[in-house]
């Protein structure tokens, strides 16, 4: 849909702000969006749009396979804040610039609780009522209730007149009965919001009900309750505590993955290393552009939008001195024969999990020798890191495991300013120039996930079995780098695989994507020989 089409609403939905106007000189700015728009406002035109289209056809939709993974997560959380009303949004549409939007993505706390996945459901919140304990969903203290705004009739103004929501405009979407057969979860029109949120609110020590809420996601959810929070004469500032202790709890119930989430982390590895065979395939057309950096890019890109809903981050597609740039996604640069690519990307399966991978490629298809030498320090770090990974390590063990053994080749190499342990200490990090970043986080939802949890749950945690996260070593040596030798600059390698606890140590979810030098060679020779 163009942006043009999509105002041509706004005279049949918003056109009463127009009716009675001042002159056109007199104008006010915010009415001359509408300017643009020639849909007639005729009765008769509203009428014959209102007619003759077939009804919808009434479906019995199956329950979703991760229904009963969102209600078991919904009953963990309802067992951690009993008697509290807990409101979790998932956000509005957000926008890009002036009337155009970006495609929707929920809040990965609303995905994680709700079970919904691409497209659902702009401006749903999920009010968890409490109840009397055990007599709540599954036996716990609470009631789930989706609230949102079901698609409307093909007879109303909505289903032709509003760009937003509209069937005609944006295709179907989902009444109250499908998502109430999909995900086992109560539903009730959004217009019902207001009253179930804000109801006997009030301070506790009164009598009145705590709200909890999962701000800075929806502001118009957060302005209810505030409103709610100041007529009631509930202390703001401890509201604010509350609410982040929620935020807090939801990130850290993402930290060990559940049957359904680990099968959905396998998609979407599983498709982000067929990204990675596209772009293997694409290189010696990426090494003849001035921009081969998008040549890689909208390859990886075409393969997400196949095999799933997007990408979880944006792709870097770094070559040559570009790659020693952590977060380049500018991917405007060349791709010359005899430099490296650093691909990290990532696909984002419709169930919105997302994988995160990085490659190091020749883009030659054969390391040099120098090349090589470097990327194999970065692989015994690699190794280092997975050597160590098993249930009862901190999570922080992993990374000493992998800094240590990048610490000793710079030393090898004679880079490090000061001896190896010397370095090592906490008043050294010398090395750190190099790798300036942590070698793993947990991954999920979203690419950085569990982000708001608890230090000692997360840097300081203890690993268990189900935790999913990368292992990233990388020694980035920028062109500009005096501390290095000539031959060490312009060259940046990582390696990232995604990594799944085990019972008893860890399982590489991406190990068929070549790792070592000589597989990554062979592999690329293979697909340019196929
Ligand atoms: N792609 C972002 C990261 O590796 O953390
Ligand atoms: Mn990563
Ligand atoms: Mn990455």
């Known amino acids: ?29 915010g009415d001359r969006v509408n300017n643009r728009s020639q849909r007639p406002t005729s009765e008769a035109f ?55 939007d970006y495609r929707f993505r929920p809040h990965s706390a ?73 995900l086992g979860l109560r539903t009730e029109d959004a217009g019902a919001l207001e009253v179930a949120v804000t109801k006997n609110a009030g301070p506790v020590e009164f009598g009145g009900t705590r709200i909890r809420l999962l701000r800075e996601v ?16 509930v202390d703001l500032e401890t509201s604010d505590a509350y609410d982040g202790e929620l935020a807090e709890a939801l990130s850290e119930l993402r930290l060990v993955k559940d049957a359904w989430e680990i099968s959905q982390m396998r998609v979407s590895v599983e498709a982000t290393i067929a990204g990675f065979h596209d772009v293997v395939a694409v290189l010696p057309r990426a090494a003849e552009h001035a921009r081969g950096e998008r040549i890689v890019e909208g390859a990886f890109f075409a393969r997400a939008r196949l095999e799933g809903n997007d990408l979880g981050y944006d792709t870097i597609a770094a070559s040559g001195n570009n790659a020693t740039v952590l977060h380049w996604i500018r991917n405007h640069g060349a791709v010359r024969r005899g430099d490296l690519l650093l691909l990290d990307a990532g696909v984002e399966a ?9 490659r190091t490629l020749p883009v030659t298809g054969e390391f040099s020798p120098n090349q090589r030498k470097i990327y194999d320090a970065v692989l015994a770090a690699a190794d280092a890191a997975f050597a160590v990974v098993r249930p009862g390590i901190r999570f922080r063990d992993i990374h000493t495991a992998a800094v240590r053994v990048l610490a000793e080749h710079l030393d090898d190499w004679g880079l490090l300013p000061v001896s190896l342990e010397e370095a090592l200490e906490e008043t050294g990090q010398h090395h750190r120039r190099w790798m300036p970043h942590g070698t793993s986080h947990h991954l999920g939802l979203d690419v950085h996930d569990c982000a708001q949890a608890k230090r000692e749950l997360y840097l300081d945690g203890v690993l268990e079995p189900g935790m999913v996260f990368t292992i990233e070593p990388g020694l980035y040596f920028k062109n500009e780098d005096l501390a290095v030798p000539a031959e060490f600059r312009g060259i940046g390698i990582r390696i990232e695989d995604d990594v799944l606890v085990t019972e008893d140590g860890a399982e590489n979810l991406s190990a068929a994507l070549p790792r070592s030098a000589e597989e990554i060679e062979q592999w690329m020779q293979g697909i340019w020989s196929s």
Request: hydrophobic residues 35%; charged residues 25%.
């Open 350 to 358: 419709d169930s919105l999990y997302t994988a995160d991978i990085t």
């Open 46 to 100: 509203k009428e014959f749009m209102a007619s003759s289209w077939a009804p919808a056809e009434p479906v019995q939709h199956e329950r979703d396979e991760v229904a009963e993974h969102a209600a078991a997560r919904r009953s963990a959380v309802s067992a951690q804040f009993p008697n509290e009303r807990l409101v979790i949004p998932a956000g509005p549409h957000k926008v890009r610039s002036n009337d155009t």
């Open 1 to 29: 849909m163009t942006s043009s089409d999509k105002h041509e609403e706004f005279d049949v939905v918003a056109g009463a702000s127009a009716v009675g106007f001042t002159p056109a000189d007199a104008q006010e700015l």
């Open 110 to 182: 609303f995905a994680h609780l709700s079970g919904l996945g691409v497209d659902h459901e702009p401006g749903a919140v999920l009010v968890f009522e409490p109840v009397e304990d055990g007599t709540g969903d599954h036996g716990s203290g609470h009631e789930a209730t989706l609230y949102f705004k079901p698609m409307a009739g093909r007879d109303t103004q909505e289903f032709y007149a509003d760009a937003r929501h509209g069937e005609f405009w944006i295709g179907p979407r989902p009444g109250l009965e499908e998502f109430s057969q999909r």
């Open 218 to 233: 929806d502001l118009d959810v957060d302005a209810l309750v505030d409103t709610s929070r100041i007529n009631t004469t």
